[in-house]
């Protein structure tokens, strides 16, 4: 969208300030790209509707929790007319969650958007996350401070928060804040648990006749919401290109040293995609795909002795130094800790007054061990004190294991160490096992978003609003074919209902959007599993060097390996 007068007056403003890096001021000026549906004025926009829509799984279940929003029809939108378009409105926008790289385009978007369909409508950021909705926590986004923060990382501009609007009274807040106030729509940019929040949001809205739609956005660095029609959550691309290019820098280390083994946990609360599309940028000498434990069953130990056999099998050959990639979500994909985290869930959430009672450590983990089932019990019994510790802290919101709190990355360098202390004492080993960990996470999620995160989420911001424009509510921003350049994206709506289904959270089965893990029969895993052999053996590092964004297309607008891929299984 051509940038108004204004607008540039800003970026001229911003983009002379002293204080800002080289970098920053620059990325002040970048425009980012649209699909061709959305480079229309507003008015001139429509929607075509497909086929009603099931849910991935409980239909009846969901049907009867959503009975004024399940099933609504996907949403693709082109040429046509609307003739609500220009309608003055006050939009409220929440980020949700973790940080990913371009949740400041999407308010730059979907604020563009409005005020090119209305100059009066107004802007609202809740601040501090869905907490800020509850309590009316927020802040009109001018243009001039919207411009301040275009194609920057980060989620200063209104912040983030977990809170999760569960109980009567949350929603009764959240109702008065937007009836009192007048709101016409409220978009949130969130993961599976934020849209499945926005989804419960939309329904209780038009439970009760108010005139709130609601529209969610697909964030999350995790990569793990998404479909045919979500390709990728936006940060995954900004984040992994990151993440990569620090791995690449410690293997060309590693292998100029040629003195450490370097165990590197990547974030991922839950699937491994993360770790994956590293693996497949940079080629490390092992990656653990929790999804693969899961799915071959494979014990804490199996996976200890597959690491040490690659150790043996390069200190043969003299290479004792090496790069080992461990997602995050790791210990919850192990079958016998799966278990183990499911019922320590639900025996802390049912017992949640007592449990908060017990002061020490020491009380916590007898209590537990005497009140789990006798496998969990063994199991917790046999895991060293920290990583009792780390299972027994606080759960998120959600009533998930703080996962990126599990330092599964030193478990596991203690584990492959005594293995190999074991072989060596029988003959089996004579290398060296030096060690270093890293735990990458947080240095990603902040960073300036890539080109492709930067038009991908101004696009989704953009979307949004004529979502809200088409009268929409309980939808996510869907926009599509992203393996091909802008030119060729496609801009819709995805009713949230379609990815849900039950799922025992807290003790109880509540609707949820369901996550996606790594497939194994798809193309990223498979690519993976042919290589994997091969890069463990023969030092096979690649190193992708900082994310650009300037230069030439093929290296600055590439999506990530994992989208292209799997954009090439569904062709
Ligand atoms: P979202 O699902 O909210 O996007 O957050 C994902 C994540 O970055 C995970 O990868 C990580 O486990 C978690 O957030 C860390 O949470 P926190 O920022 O609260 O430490």
Request: aromatic share 10%; with cysteine; proline share 4%.
């Amino acid at each position: 969208m051509a940038t108004s007068v204004e607008t540039r007056k800003a970026i001229r403003y911003y983009a002379s300030m002293t204080t800002l890096s080289p970098l920053q001021k620059e990325r002040y000026r970048y425009a980012p790209k649209l699909p061709p549906a959305l480079r229309s004025d507003i008015g001139s926009i429509g929607a075509t509707h497909g086929d009603a829509t099931e849910s991935v799984a409980d239909q009846q279940a969901l049907k009867a929790l959503f009975a004024n929003t399940y099933g609504a029809p996907i949403v693709t939108l082109g040429p046509g007319t609307n003739s609500d378009a220009g309608k003055k409105r006050r939009i409220g926008v929440i980020l949700s969650g973790g940080q990913a790289p371009g949740g400041h385009n999407v308010i730059a978007g979907l604020f563009d958007a409005m005020e090119s369909a209305n100059t009066e409508s107004e802007l609202w950021g809740f601040r501090g996350g869905p907490g800020g909705l509850v309590d009316d926590d927020r802040i009109k986004l001018t243009r001039g401070y919207v411009d301040e923060f275009r194609n920057t990382g980060g989620f200063d501009i209104i912040g983030s928060g977990r809170t999760k609007i569960e109980t009567d009274e949350q929603f009764a807040a959240a109702r008065r804040v937007c009836l009192d106030n007048e709101f016409d729509a409220i978009v949130v940019i969130g993961g599976d648990d934020s849209n499945t929040n926005a989804a419960l949001l939309a329904e209780y809205f038009r439970t009760n006749d108010d005139p709130v739609q609601v529209i969610g956005v697909p964030k999350t660095i995790d990569g793990d919401l998404k479909n045919e029609y979500i390709e990728t959550s936006f940060g995954f691309d900004t984040a992994t290109k990151t993440y990569s290019e620090l791995i690449g820098n410690i293997e060309r280390d590693a292998n100029s040293a040629k003195k450490y083994w370097h165990f590197i946990k990547l974030m991922g609360r839950s699937a491994s995609h993360i770790a994956l599309e590293c693996a497949l940028q940079t080629q490390p000498t092992y990656c653990i795909i929790s999804e693969e434990v899961k799915e071959r069953h494979q014990t804490l130990n199996d996976i200890v002795s597959g690491i040490a056999d690659t150790v043996v099998q390069r200190a043969e050959n003299g290479e004792n130094f090496g790069v080992v990639l461990v997602p995050e979500g790791l210990i919850e994909f192990i079958p016998e800790v799966g278990a183990l985290i499911g019922e320590l869930n639900d025996l802390m959430a049912e017992n949640a007054d007592y449990f908060a009672s017990l002061n020490t450590f020491e009380d916590q983990a007898e209590w537990v061990n005497k009140n789990l089932g006798r496998d969990s019990s063994y199991v917790f019994s046999s895991l060293p004190s920290d990583i009792q510790r780390q299972l027994l802290m606080d759960r998120d919101p959600h009533g998930n294991v703080q996962v990126s709190r599990i330092e599964t990355e030193k478990l596991l360098i203690d584990m492959v160490s005594s293995t190999l202390r074991e072989r060596r004492s029988r003959g089996e080993y004579s290398g060296s096992f030096s060690t270093q960990h890293h735990f990458f996470g947080y240095e990603g999620r902040c960073a300036f978003p890539s080109n492709f995160d930067a038009d991908y989420t101004y696009s989704l911001g953009f979307n949004a609003f004529v979502l809200i424009a088409q009268g929409l509510t309980g939808y996510i921003s869907s926009v599509r074919n992203l393996a091909q350049p802008a030119d060729d994206w496609v801009a819709g709506g995805i009713p949230l209902t379609m990815m849900m289904n039950m799922e025992q959270r807290h003790g109880k089965q509540k609707p949820v959007i369901r996550k996606a893990l790594v497939e194994l029969e798809d193309l990223p895993f498979k690519r993976f599993a042919a290589h994997r052999a091969q890069w463990a053996t023969k030092t096979s590092f690649v190193f992708p060097g900082a994310i650009q964004y300037y230069g030439v297309p093929q290296v600055c607008d590439a999506p990530t390996i994992t989208l292209k891929l799997e954009s090439e299984s569904r062709a």
